[in-house]
Protein backbone atom coordinates (compact mmCIF):
# COMPACT_ATOMS: atom_id res chain seq x y z
CA UNK A 1 0.00 0.00 0.00
CA UNK A 2 2.53 2.35 0.93
CA UNK A 3 4.68 1.43 -2.12
CA UNK A 4 1.86 1.97 -4.34
CA UNK A 5 1.03 5.42 -2.82
CA UNK A 6 4.52 6.81 -3.44
CA UNK A 7 4.24 5.59 -7.22
CA UNK A 8 0.73 7.33 -7.33
CA UNK A 9 2.14 10.38 -5.65
CA UNK A 10 5.47 10.44 -7.99
CA UNK A 11 3.57 10.33 -11.00
CA UNK A 12 0.82 12.96 -10.29
CA UNK A 13 3.20 15.54 -9.02
CA UNK A 14 5.80 16.69 -11.43
CA UNK A 15 3.51 19.64 -12.45
CA UNK A 16 2.69 20.57 -8.79
CA UNK A 17 6.47 19.97 -7.68
CA UNK A 18 7.41 22.75 -10.20
CA UNK A 19 4.72 24.96 -9.23
CA UNK A 20 5.52 24.37 -5.53
CA UNK A 21 9.62 24.86 -5.87
CA UNK A 22 9.77 27.63 -8.22
CA UNK A 23 6.87 30.09 -7.55
CA UNK A 24 6.72 33.63 -9.63
CA UNK A 25 6.59 36.39 -6.95
CA UNK A 26 6.27 40.40 -8.68
CA UNK A 27 7.61 38.74 -12.36
CA UNK A 28 10.36 37.30 -10.88
CA UNK A 29 11.48 33.76 -9.60
CA UNK A 30 11.04 33.21 -6.23
CA UNK A 31 13.61 29.66 -5.66
CA UNK A 32 12.33 27.24 -3.33
CA UNK A 33 15.82 26.07 -2.23
CA UNK A 34 14.98 25.39 1.73
CA UNK A 35 16.51 21.91 2.70
CA UNK A 36 15.49 21.65 6.52
CA UNK A 37 16.73 19.30 8.39
CA UNK A 38 15.14 16.16 9.10
CA UNK A 39 12.40 15.70 12.15
CA UNK A 40 14.10 14.92 15.00
CA UNK A 41 11.90 13.60 17.79
CA UNK A 42 12.33 14.03 21.39
CA UNK A 43 10.84 11.33 22.58
CA UNK A 44 9.64 7.26 22.29
CA UNK A 45 6.43 8.99 21.34
CA UNK A 46 7.55 11.33 19.05
CA UNK A 47 9.67 8.84 17.18
CA UNK A 48 6.25 6.27 17.34
CA UNK A 49 4.35 9.32 15.60
CA UNK A 50 6.80 10.12 13.20
CA UNK A 51 7.18 5.84 11.94
CA UNK A 52 3.12 6.07 11.49
CA UNK A 53 2.87 9.14 9.96
CA UNK A 54 5.59 7.59 7.42
CA UNK A 55 3.58 4.15 6.23
CA UNK A 56 0.43 5.05 6.96
CA UNK A 57 -3.02 6.80 5.38
CA UNK A 58 -4.42 7.99 8.81
CA UNK A 59 -3.01 8.33 11.76
CA UNK A 60 -4.97 9.55 15.05
CA UNK A 61 -2.94 10.91 17.48
CA UNK A 62 -3.96 11.58 21.71
CA UNK A 63 -2.75 13.22 24.13
CA UNK A 64 -2.00 16.35 26.47
CA UNK A 65 -1.14 19.96 25.03
CA UNK A 66 2.31 20.31 24.61
CA UNK A 67 3.42 16.96 23.31
CA UNK A 68 3.96 18.47 19.69
CA UNK A 69 1.32 16.48 18.11
CA UNK A 70 -0.04 19.18 15.71
CA UNK A 71 3.58 20.50 15.36
CA UNK A 72 4.86 17.53 14.13
CA UNK A 73 1.98 16.78 11.78
CA UNK A 74 2.18 20.26 10.28
CA UNK A 75 5.76 20.08 9.60
CA UNK A 76 5.73 16.52 8.18
CA UNK A 77 3.00 17.72 5.78
CA UNK A 78 5.00 20.97 4.38
CA UNK A 79 8.39 18.85 3.71
CA UNK A 80 5.89 16.68 1.67
CA UNK A 81 4.44 19.94 0.40
CA UNK A 82 8.27 21.35 -0.41
CA UNK A 83 9.21 17.80 -1.60
CA UNK A 84 6.15 17.81 -4.28
CA UNK A 85 4.77 14.60 -3.09
CA UNK A 86 1.28 16.22 -2.29
CA UNK A 87 -0.52 18.72 -3.98
CA UNK A 88 -2.56 20.49 -1.00
CA UNK A 89 -2.39 20.71 2.57
CA UNK A 90 -6.00 21.36 4.47
CA UNK A 91 -5.66 22.33 7.72
CA UNK A 92 -9.15 22.60 10.12
CA UNK A 93 -10.92 22.40 13.39
CA UNK A 94 -14.31 22.49 14.59
CA UNK A 95 -16.44 24.50 16.52
CA UNK A 96 -14.41 27.32 15.73
CA UNK A 97 -17.26 30.35 17.09
CA UNK A 98 -19.34 32.19 14.75
CA UNK A 99 -20.97 34.39 16.71
CA UNK A 100 -20.55 36.80 18.64
CA UNK A 101 -16.90 36.73 19.18
CA UNK A 102 -15.84 36.38 15.80
CA UNK A 103 -18.34 38.52 13.96
CA UNK A 104 -16.47 41.62 15.29
CA UNK A 105 -13.70 40.73 12.70
CA UNK A 106 -13.75 41.91 9.79
CA UNK A 107 -12.77 39.06 6.64
CA UNK A 108 -14.40 36.30 5.12
CA UNK A 109 -14.41 32.58 7.28
CA UNK A 110 -11.44 31.76 6.52
CA UNK A 111 -9.91 35.14 7.31
CA UNK A 112 -11.70 34.89 11.08
CA UNK A 113 -10.41 31.46 11.04
CA UNK A 114 -7.01 31.87 10.09
CA UNK A 115 -5.42 33.18 14.20
CA UNK A 116 -6.68 29.63 15.56
CA UNK A 117 -4.65 28.45 12.52
CA UNK A 118 -1.40 30.57 13.77
CA UNK A 119 0.76 27.57 15.71
CA UNK A 120 0.17 25.35 12.73
CA UNK A 121 0.88 28.10 9.80
CA UNK A 122 4.37 29.10 11.76
CA UNK A 123 5.44 25.08 11.34
CA UNK A 124 5.07 25.26 8.11
CA UNK A 125 6.73 28.73 7.33
CA UNK A 126 9.80 27.13 9.07
CA UNK A 127 10.22 24.70 6.62
CA UNK A 128 9.20 25.84 3.30
CA UNK A 129 9.72 30.00 3.82
CA UNK A 130 7.31 32.64 4.87
CA UNK A 131 7.18 33.40 0.84
CA UNK A 132 6.64 30.22 -0.36
CA UNK A 133 3.76 29.77 2.55
CA UNK A 134 1.78 32.80 1.04
CA UNK A 135 1.67 32.29 -2.45
CA UNK A 136 0.62 28.60 -1.51
CA UNK A 137 -2.03 29.97 0.62
CA UNK A 138 -2.89 32.87 -2.39
CA UNK A 139 -2.94 29.30 -4.87
CA UNK A 140 -5.37 27.70 -2.84
CA UNK A 141 -2.40 24.68 -2.11
CA UNK A 142 -1.98 25.60 1.36
CA UNK A 143 -6.05 25.71 2.56
CA UNK A 144 -7.24 27.18 6.81
CA UNK A 145 -10.69 25.64 6.91
CA UNK A 146 -13.38 26.01 9.50
CA UNK A 147 -15.26 22.64 10.15
CA UNK A 148 -18.39 23.91 9.43
CA UNK A 149 -17.47 24.11 5.15
CA UNK A 150 -16.24 21.09 5.09
CA UNK A 151 -19.72 19.20 4.04
CA UNK A 152 -19.79 17.78 0.46
CA UNK A 153 -16.12 18.31 -0.45
CA UNK A 154 -13.59 15.43 -1.81
CA UNK A 155 -9.98 16.02 -0.86
CA UNK A 156 -7.24 13.99 -2.98
CA UNK A 157 -3.18 14.01 -3.24
CA UNK A 158 -3.62 16.13 0.11
CA UNK A 159 -2.47 15.96 3.90
CA UNK A 160 -5.51 17.03 6.09
CA UNK A 161 -5.22 17.70 9.45
CA UNK A 162 -7.95 17.67 12.10
CA UNK A 163 -7.17 19.56 15.08
CA UNK A 164 -8.84 19.63 18.26
CA UNK A 165 -11.20 16.62 17.18
CA UNK A 166 -11.91 15.82 20.89
CA UNK A 167 -14.53 18.64 20.01
CA UNK A 168 -16.85 16.96 16.78
CA UNK A 169 -19.65 15.24 17.66
CA UNK A 170 -20.03 11.51 16.15
CA UNK A 171 -21.76 12.90 12.95
CA UNK A 172 -19.04 15.70 12.32
CA UNK A 173 -16.23 12.98 12.66
CA UNK A 174 -17.77 10.80 10.01
CA UNK A 175 -18.34 13.86 8.00
CA UNK A 176 -14.62 14.44 7.98
CA UNK A 177 -13.37 10.63 7.69
CA UNK A 178 -15.78 10.51 4.74
CA UNK A 179 -14.45 13.06 2.55
CA UNK A 180 -10.79 11.62 2.50
CA UNK A 181 -9.88 10.79 -1.01
CA UNK A 182 -7.37 9.16 -2.92
CA UNK A 183 -3.58 9.49 -2.21
CA UNK A 184 -4.29 11.61 1.28
CA UNK A 185 -2.77 11.39 4.45
CA UNK A 186 -5.08 12.36 7.28
CA UNK A 187 -4.06 13.24 10.83
CA UNK A 188 -6.66 13.44 13.27
CA UNK A 189 -5.28 14.65 16.69
CA UNK A 190 -7.01 15.23 20.13
CA UNK A 191 -7.29 15.26 23.96
CA UNK A 192 -10.32 12.82 24.94
CA UNK A 193 -9.86 14.58 28.36
CA UNK A 194 -10.91 17.57 27.38
CA UNK A 195 -13.75 17.86 24.83
CA UNK A 196 -15.68 20.82 25.14
CA UNK A 197 -19.34 19.31 24.12
CA UNK A 198 -21.96 17.80 25.83
CA UNK A 199 -22.53 15.01 23.53
CA UNK A 200 -20.52 11.94 23.26
CA UNK A 201 -17.19 13.17 20.96
CA UNK A 202 -16.85 12.11 17.82
CA UNK A 203 -12.54 11.92 18.43
CA UNK A 204 -14.09 9.08 21.36
CA UNK A 205 -16.32 7.32 18.67
CA UNK A 206 -13.57 6.84 16.01
CA UNK A 207 -11.20 5.44 18.68
CA UNK A 208 -14.09 2.80 19.45
CA UNK A 209 -14.48 2.33 15.99
CA UNK A 210 -11.13 1.25 15.48
CA UNK A 211 -10.45 -1.12 18.54
CA UNK A 212 -13.62 -2.75 17.93
CA UNK A 213 -13.11 -3.77 14.01
CA UNK A 214 -9.58 -3.59 14.35
CA UNK A 215 -9.05 -0.97 11.43
CA UNK A 216 -5.71 -0.61 10.05
CA UNK A 217 -5.36 3.18 11.86
CA UNK A 218 -2.30 3.81 14.60
CA UNK A 219 -3.72 5.31 17.40
CA UNK A 220 -0.58 6.99 19.21
CA UNK A 221 -0.72 8.05 22.64
CA UNK A 222 0.99 10.80 24.62
CA UNK A 223 1.17 11.37 28.46
CA UNK A 224 2.27 14.46 30.16
CA UNK A 225 5.43 12.58 30.48
CA UNK A 226 5.96 13.35 26.82
CA UNK A 227 5.47 16.88 26.76
CA UNK A 228 8.40 18.95 25.18
CA UNK A 229 6.76 22.78 25.24
CA UNK A 230 7.90 23.83 28.72
CA UNK A 231 8.47 22.60 32.10
CA UNK A 232 5.47 24.69 33.06
CA UNK A 233 3.31 23.48 30.56
CA UNK A 234 3.88 20.20 32.00
CA UNK A 235 3.35 21.37 35.25
CA UNK A 236 -0.08 22.53 34.60
CA UNK A 237 -1.00 19.65 32.76
CA UNK A 238 -0.24 17.30 35.60
CA UNK A 239 -1.58 19.75 38.00
CA UNK A 240 -5.22 19.88 36.18
CA UNK A 241 -5.12 15.81 35.42
CA UNK A 242 -4.29 15.26 39.36
CA UNK A 243 -1.50 13.01 37.94
CA UNK A 244 0.84 14.57 40.88
CA UNK A 245 1.19 17.68 42.61
CA UNK A 246 2.28 20.45 40.87
CA UNK A 247 5.81 21.03 40.40
CA UNK A 248 8.12 22.76 37.82
CA UNK A 249 9.67 20.50 35.88
CA UNK A 250 13.51 21.31 35.52
CA UNK A 251 14.24 22.33 31.87
Given at each position: MG??L???????S??????A?????K?S?F???R??P??K??NA????Y???????QQI????P?G????????TFAA???R?????K?IL????V?C???L?????????KF???????????K???????F???????????V??E?M???????????LDE????????I??F??????????V?NGD??Q?D?R?T???LRM?ELIE?H????P?????A??????GL????????E??????L?A?
Amino acid sequence: MGKQLDRKRSRGSRTHQSAAEIIVVKGSKFQHDRNPPPIKPLNAAQAEYLAALRRSQQIVALGPAGAGKTWIAATFAADLFRQGRIAKIILTRPNVPCGRSLGFFPGTMEEKFAPWAVPIAEAIKERIGAGAFEIAVKRGDIEMVPFEVMRGRTWKNAFVLLDEAQNTSVMEIKTFLTRVGEDCISVVNGDVGQSDIRETSGLLRMIELIEAHGLPVPVIEFTADDIVRSGLCAMWVRAFEGDAAPRLAAE
